[in-house]
Structure formats: structure tokens, C-alpha cells
């Protein structure tokens, strides 16, 4: 592991963190996805999750979400395992895949159906649909979307609470310059305004634009954990991180 | 159980056209055999009260598979496009979520078996009144036919509800229950005349796809009465929920 790992692993002990992770561990058989790991989120941050595919970035968020268990250790939101929360769509909001949709239903029954199970006004649904310019083609069947659009469909959902996390993998995927753009600007004003949000990604540039801070994944651990002004003051990329990391794992 | 999921789950069993396509189904088959039993069968052997039954209650049949068929493609279909995902992001209380899709599919469940028996009885009617056979059923065999194929349509719904939960995927699952219904309970059982072997009448007078038919009264009367056939088979919907929630809860989500 490098020098920089070593200082800079974040601390899961902080006490007002909106996520905490301890120890997590999640074994299928004797493959290990996540392995011990351990890191926290503070209000009003945003953090990139990086790593290759198959690092473990999607098992931790699926964990994270209560879709998936633990083999052992604590994935915690807002104190507590996401599955006790009250209404979580609340305080929750999040984005996994790109097709966690029916394709034969309309943009505005799949937004309304969530918000139905959420205890959000149609009001709500509204306002979402035209926070992700999906207005003209919300009656329009999911099946007739394009990538970008569904991508935008999924954010919309993830809002509908009004929640303070966001969850969001691979976000970017799909996203046209002016939809990345938005998407950049929409998740500083949300962590400006105390949001906190942890976004997985592999796209380096396009995280190094929007986070505060990276944790790079690799083997399910975490081997770096930097802030984004800190790389700039010591004059080196995301990528030299990325690529110093990763390739002193792989050796 | 949760006003704002009832309402939520019945806006996804109507928002997509699948329903639909499967009503539309169910009524063109149990049109096409009605009709080709009331237009093939001698005359003379239509004039019975068991012959016409027979004809007429062809949509008991075809009304529980559909009705199983429906409840197990409310589960299925949320894991085969992912929406389980958002579903139980929004509500992680699984066992709720489960208890709804039960509820609300015994409820379109009960609605295709009540279309089910009134397009076998109209159409089935039909033909025999085509060929000039005289009806010699009364109010009480149309009544018990219409509610005995809704309440085994409905509980079946809910049958197929839990197994989908328990085995998740969309082609295994209807494969199995066409399979259970069609060949093992139909064929083996009633057609090849396994029941009548001493000992298996005992088991076979209990298989939930016999009770759905004595539910309608279209079995061999000296089986189980309606009412307690219906019991019946609302234990094994009690059943097959309670393991579909066992299955449900624990099982990562993909």
C-alpha cells in the first residue's frame, strides 16, 4: 500500500457522519466483494467512489441501501442500518442501475408509483419531472427513452423525498456534456445547501470535476481516501493517484 | 397494511399493458374451447346437467391458471426489470411490500376469474342455444360458478404471488405452475385416473388445483363442499405467502 493510504484512510469515527461504514465485509462463497471496510460521510460533502469494475463499489452501495446484507461489520445511514429507517425516501435518495425500470410504463406512472410508496404529492412529481427535462416525454413509455433520458428518469425518482444523501452509481454514464454539466452543478447546490452525496464512478475526469473527496476502491478496501484541494497542493492528479494505487495493488 | 402501497401496487398492475394482453388472452382461449367442446359433443349428451357444466365451466380452469399466472408476474416482473430495486429502496419493509402484491393480485385475480366464467357461461350458452340444446342449469350451478372461479382465481393470484417470491424468475415459475395445473393435477391426476387409486384420492382431493375446482362446484360432489374447498385453498395461499416472505426477507437483492 502507498505512503498516501496510509495517512489519508478516513476515520469512520466522526460523530455526526450521515453515513458510516465499519468494518464491512460481504463474502458469496469464497469470493470476497467488500473486505473490511471502513470509512464515513460528512454533511455537505461530496465523495467519488472509485475503483475498477469489480472492486466492490456496487456491493457496498447495494449494502449501504439494505438490498443486500452484510457477512459481517455495520453499513450505517443516518444512524442506524437503512432498513429501520422511517420513511427512508425521506431522507434517502438513490440511483443504482440504469434500467430499474419497466419499460412499458410511461416516465410519470414510474415516478408516481414511487411516490405513491413514498408519501410524495403528484405536486412533487411534477417538479421532479421538470428538474430532469423529462416534461414533454412523461407520458411517453420508458421503452421509447434514449440512455440519457432514462438516466435522467432514475436521478428524478432518486429526488422525489427531498432526500439528504444521495446515492448514486455511475451517474454520469449516458449523460450528454449538457446533461453532465447540469448533473455538476446540481449536486454542488445540493451539498452546498448541507446535502451529502457518495458517488460511485470508474469515469476519472468527470469525478475529479464534482467531488470533494475521493475513496479508491480495489479488492473490496480501500486503499486511498484524499481530498480533491489536497491533490491540487501537492500538484498531482486524480489519475497519478488513480493509476499509482491501483497498479501497486495489482503488483 | 399501507394505504399509499395498496394504492402504489395498484398503479403498477394497471400501468402497463400486461394485464390486458393477459385478460385478452385468457378470454380468447376460453372462448375458442368452449366453443369447440360446445359445437363437437353430440347433441344428445349436451341435453345432461354434468355435459353442460362441463361446457360451461370451462373458464374455471383457464381462470385459475390466469389468475396464478398474474400473481406470479407481479414479483417476477419487478426482478426481471430491476424495479424491485427503487420498490424496495422506497420501502424497505419487505414483508409489506410482499403482503400488497398478495392483496391487490387476489384482487385481479378474483376480477379474471369472475370474466373467466361469465365469457365461458355467455359464450358456451351460446353455442348451445345455437343448436337448439335446452339449459338445464339453474341459478344456483351459474352462481357457484361465477364465485367459485373468482374466489379460486383470487387465491390462486395470491399461490402465485408467494412462489414468485421464492423463485424470482419470470420463465421457471410460469413454466412450473402450467406444468403443476395442467399436467400433474389435470393429466396424471384427473385424466389418467390416478385418483382413483385407493390412497391417492385422499392426497389428491386436497391438491390446491382440485380445490379451485370444487370451489366451483365442478368436482365429483362427493370431494369437498364449495365452501370448504375454498378454505381450503386459502390455506395454501396463507402458505405460499408465508414462505414468499420467508424467501423475501432475508435474500439479497440482486
Redesign the interface.
Known sequence: MSAIADQTIPHPATSNAVVRVTSLTKRYGSLTAVDDLSFSLEPGTITGFLGPNGAGKSTTL?ML?????PTSGEAHVFGGP??Q?DE??RR?G?V??N????????GR?HL???A????VSKRRVEEVLELGSLTGVAKRLVGTYSFGMRRRLGLA?ALL?DPQLLILDEPGNGLDPKGMHWLRSFLRRFADEGGTVLISSHVLAEVAQTVDRVLIILGGRIVTGIGIGELAARGQTLEDVYLSVTSTEAS | MSWRLLRAEFLKQRSTRTNLELLGAMVGLIALIVYVHGVQLPVERLATRTAQLIVLGQGRMIGTLFGAILGGLSITGEFRHGTIRPTFVVTPKRGRVLLVKVVVGALFGVAFGLIAAAAAVGVGGAALAQRGVVLSLDGNDYALLLAGTAAGAGLWAAIGTGLGAVVRNQVPLLIGICIWLLFVESLLFEDLGLKKIAGISDIGRFLPGTLAKEAAGLGDQTLLAPGAAVLGLAVYAVAAAAIGWMAIRARDVP
Open positions: 447495494r441501501l439494505g438490498l443486500a446484507e437503512y432498513r429507517l427512508p425516501a434517502v438513490a443504482l442501475e434500467n430499474d425500470m419497466h419499460p412499458g410504463r410511461s406512472n408516481r408509483i414511487l405513491l410508496a413514498a408519501g425518482a423525498g
